[in-house]
């Protein structure tokens, strides 16, 4: 089955900084990438999506990068801000075939943001 | 408004114990799924139901058992509690099985004492 990496496990930044946290996946037929933001003792939200047929995709301060060729996808975080602070998780799933949504996850990021 | 709504928030019960999770979405979603996370943060899928089917079952132990009365509503039955299943599950549901745009319950934190 699917397996998702995710490193780094916890980052720290100052606020305006960059950040950027990535994964690899194992099973090539993986073509749907979400990342979820999750503050604590709260739900994930998810924040932004890539498909395998985009390499880049871009929401503001949050971009998503593709690399199906090396099986891995980053999330960048540009001019971070304190209220960025949270779990940010990356997964991966096979959209359309017999898995039939289900989300594989990375172990999770731990961002604080210092003012 | 609440898009997916868990119940309860908190469950506190001893081992042995029978409970149940209710979950209800809103938003005309065709799958709903159960995850657990863990005290590590870490999400793994539990079950997904397709329209009342059940589509994925993830090696549960079957002391759990979802059901789906319809496709807005999807609850787990937990029976003989142990204190290995404190955590908290989250509900979610998705428009068609694809798994596109997943919203996530607010979660019940079960401890299991």
């Known amino acids: 089955g699917e397996n998702v990496e995710q490193h780094p496990s916890t980052l720290s930044v100052q606020e305006g900084d960059s950040a950027v946290i990535k994964c690899t996946y194992s099973d090539s037929a993986s073509n749907y990438f979400p990342w979820y933001k999750q503050e604590l003792g709260k739900r994930p939200q998810l924040i932004i999506d890539i498909r395998s047929n985009v390499g880049e995709k871009k929401d503001q301060r949050i971009a998503v990068t593709l690399n199906k060729t090396a099986k891995h996808f980053s999330l960048h975080i540009t001019e971070t801000q304190p209220e960025d602070s949270a779990v940010y998780f990356c997964?991966?799933?096979?959209?359309?075939?017999?898995?039939?949504?289900?989300?594989?996850f990375g172990q999770g990021t731990i961002l604080t943001v210092h003012p | 408004d609440t898009a997916v709504s868990q119940t309860p928030k908190y469950l506190v019960t001893q081992m042995g114990n029978d409970k149940s999770i209710k979950c209800e979405q809103n938003?005309?979603?065709?799958?709903m799924y159960w995850y657990k996370q863990d005290s590590k943060k870490f999400l793994k899928i539990m079950f997904s139901y397709n329209n009342k089917e059940l589509i994925i079952n993830e090696t549960v132990p079957n002391r759990f058992s979802p059901k789906s009365p319809d496709k807005a509503h999807l609850n787990l039955h937990i029976n003989s509690l142990e204190l290995g299943d404190s955590a908290v599950y989250f509900c979610?549901?998705?428009?068609?099985?694809?798994?596109?745009?997943?919203?996530f319950g607010s979660g019940t934190r079960l401890t299991v004492v």
């Open positions: 938003l005309g979603h065709d799958t």
């Open positions: 997964a991966a799933s096979v959209a359309g075939g017999t898995s039939y949504g289900k989300l594989t």
């Open positions: 979610a549901s998705s428009q068609g099985s694809q798994g596109y745009g997943y919203t």
